[in-house]
């Protein structure tokens, strides 16, 4: 007898991502790229400073480390995560609030990681997480970090790298004829070249740099931790390493450019200098590789106890899935659209209870406070009823869903950014407005003042300025008698434009980098002669300059320059060149669009209206040798500003011009 058997194929499982699914999936991508793309377009245009040229590498960096671990990824059950959903919305007006009124790039760019993870997190689950967790938050190593905080770091390690280069330059010198000394970030080399000797100064341009390429250090060595197959010890030791080996580096790199020196200077500059910088990668790499080799030297791994491969994902349990149609999809985008309409409402009413200029002034701070609450509460009721009203947690129907959530809260979010931008006319990407005059017009000579001469600067150290829009020069007063405190007066003045970060150069800054001794940073108000700057019928104050302004003034007289105010609030660093010597003065203050400032920080946050669509700053520092009484110092700087300023503002732009258009000439 024989058993007949029929064998029935098991059901064909439906595949996670279904059409719909896919639909949802490029709709929250697109939604998301829409909701920042200010910020991925700033971080992009970052990437061209030698300094942070490795933005561009790590979205890469982070795409290869999902690519490594695809089955992993895959083999992680899907599952919405509604406690995520709260966190993106929150970096959505994080993100928000940086445009405005924070303004902070930086952590602008941060909120955008945050709300991808969360994105991530939301509708993929916490198990997913656990393999997305690392290239989500390396991709903050693609966030410019604010020049405030990045050089005030820079340089301290800066220091370090100056002293191990100078040690590593003495001991070259022990085998040549060549002699190494040095001050804060500065070396010197002394050599005999061609029958004479020569003095070099090495790396002052880098003062006010910050250690080059360090956060390009940091993110490679970070990356080699994770890439490959470590422990978790590991993996911390190799980050902890990261500035040490970035700091080695550079000893390395700026003892190869002292070596250079002492052959040729003109092969450590320009793009050979940038070429050894980028080469420096290399022996980075093998130092990070090298400790990892030894790491795994010293304890030995269990390779059938090291975890292999993912398991295969579990099979599906009885039941159909809940089927996904179009409706799941409309479903989603119109409950995640109503999610960022009342929480938008919230924000809004929020701000126009606490804000010192509300978006809309006809509510009282009252009834904002009181829709502010009903907002809430509307939101948090929409939170709670979410879970309930999805088809379901997991699955294609729980992925569909909860991507078309995310996608209609983001999508309504991003129309509503751009829409609230427009209606203030906000710009986010300022345009470059060219100075009227070039500033090497300024004049020789000016009442008592005439020029000595221009003080040198290297093309390094116009790199590391990041402008050749400026004048470093020498004046003297002739009132004065030869060799008295006073006579000679250095005056340097830089211009920027289509910049809104904080100015990083200031002598409180790049003088203690470069190994001078602070004292102290004090305000100090500038009053000016009221008889060359007479005050205004419409504002302000106005003065005559020698340079004929090429588009006539409101009243046509194109010489005729116009200052906000007469007394200038300025900082006043006190420094020592050396220990021995008396206290020197440096005082300095920015122009930008058409106000005075006293601080970097002052033009970050006063400097530029987000109404303005062009931007400009420069900063005016004059320093009196040998005046010690502060007193003296501001009656001697502003004594100066009276005879050079009207000119100074002859050369910037005319912000009443450039708000009605008639500059730049020609723009549109």
Same mark, same amino acid.
């Given at each position: ?196 000797? +020569?003095?070099? /100064? =090495? ?5 006010? !740099? &910050? @250690?080059? #390429? *360090? ?58 200098? +940038?070429?050894? /910088? =980028? ?5 980075? !790499? &093998? @130092?990070? #590789? *090298? ?71 006809? @509510? ?74 070039? @500033? ?229």
């Amino acid at each position: 007898m024989t058993r007949v058997s029929t064998a029935v194929a098991p059901p064909t499982p439906r595949p996670l991502i279904s059409p719909t699914c896919w639909v949802a999936s490029i709709a929250v991508s697109a939604a998301f790229v829409w909701m920042f793309w200010e910020i991925l377009r700033r971080s992009f245009h970052f990437s061209s400073d030698p300094n942070w040229s490795h933005i561009v590498i790590v979205p890469l960096i982070s795409g290869y480390y999902v690519f490594q671990h695809k089955d992993r990824l895959a083999a992680a059950p899907k599952r919405l995560c509604w406690p995520a959903l709260p966190v993106l919305a929150g970096a959505i007006y994080l993100y928000l609030w940086w445009i405005y009124p924070g303004r902070n790039d930086m952590f602008r760019g941060y909120s955008a990681v945050l709300a991808l993870g969360a994105l991530l997190w939301f509708v993929l689950g916490s198990r997913a997480m656990r393999v997305l967790w690392f290239p989500v938050l390396y991709l903050g190593f693609a966030v410019k970090i604010s020049d405030a905080i990045w050089s005030r770091i820079a340089e301290r390690l800066q220091d370090v790298a100056a002293k191990g280069a100078t040690i590593a330059l003495e001991i070259y010198a022990a085998f040549t004829n060549v002699s190494v000394a040095n001050h804060g970030n500065s070396i010197t080399l002394r050599f005999f070249r061609d029958g004479a000797w +020569v003095e070099e /100064g =090495l790396n002052v341009a880098e003062a006010c !740099a &910050g @250690l080059r #390429m *360090l956060m390009a250090f940091v993110a490679l060595g970070v990356a080699l931790a994770f890439l490959f197959d470590r422990p978790w010890w590991q993996r911390i030791a190799m980050m902890a390493v990261t500035v040490p080996v970035a700091v080695l580096v550079n000893i390395g790199r700026v003892a190869a450019l002292g070596v250079i020196y002492t052959f040729n200077k003109e092969y450590a500059q320009g793009d050979f200098h +940038v070429f050894v /910088g =980028l080469l420096m990668l290399i022996p980075a !790499a &093998g @130092l990070f #590789m *090298l400790l990892g080799w030894i790491m795994n030297q010293i304890i030995i791994r269990d390779e059938n106890a090291a975890p292999g491969k993912a398991p295969a994902a579990a099979a599906a349990g009885p039941g159909q899935p809940t089927p996904v149609g179009v409706g799941t999809l409309i479903k989603g985008l119109l409950l995640g659209g109503l999610l960022a309409l009342v929480t938008a409402g919230t924000y809004a009413m929020f701000f126009n209870s606490f804000s010192g200029a509300p978006l809309i002034e006809s @509510l009282t701070p009252g009834v904002s406070k009181a829709l502010m609450g009903l907002g809430a509460v509307l939101g948090l009721g929409l939170l709670l009823s979410l879970p309930r009203l999805a088809p379901a947690r997991q699955g294609a129907a729980g992925l569909t869903f909860g991507a078309a959530v995310a996608a209609g809260l983001l999508g309504v979010s991003a129309a509503g950014q751009h829409s609230v931008l427009a209606w203030q006319e906000a710009v986010l990407f300022k345009k470059e407005v060219p100075a009227r005059h070039h @500033l090497s017009r300024l004049p020789l000579q000016a009442g008592p003042y005439q020029f000595v001469r221009d003080l040198p600067i290297s093309s390094d150290e116009i790199e590391a300025l990041g402008t050749e829009e400026f004048i470093s020069r020498v004046y003297e007063d002739t009132s004065i008698n030869q060799g008295e405190p006073g006579r000679l007066i250095r005056f340097h003045v830089t211009y920027y434009t289509g910049m809104v970060d904080t100015v990083p150069h200031v002598p409180d800054r790049c003088f203690v980098a470069a190994g001078i001794d602070s004292v102290v940073l004090d305000d100090q108000t500038l009053r000016l002669s009221p008889d060359v700057f007479r005050a205004a019928d419409a504002g302000g104050f106005t003065a005559r300059s020698t340079l004929r302004a090429p588009v006539a003034a409101a009243d046509g007289e194109r010489r005729r320059v116009l200052l906000p105010v007469r007394d200038i609030a300025t900082k006043r660093f006190t420094y020592r060149a050396e220990p021995a010597q008396p206290d020197q003065h440096v005082t300095y203050f920015f122009a930008a669009n058409g106000k005075f400032l006293a601080s970097p920080n002052a033009v970050r946050l006063q400097g530029f209206d987000i109404r303005d669509a062009y931007s400009y700053y420069a900063k005016v520092e004059v320093a009196l040798i040998g005046v010690e009484d502060p007193q003296e110092v501001a009656r001697g700087t502003a004594r100066f500003l009276d005879a050079f300023l009207p000119d100074i503002m002859a050369c910037f732009p005319d912000w009443e011009q450039v708000r009605a258009g008639d500059w730049p000439v020609g723009d549109e």
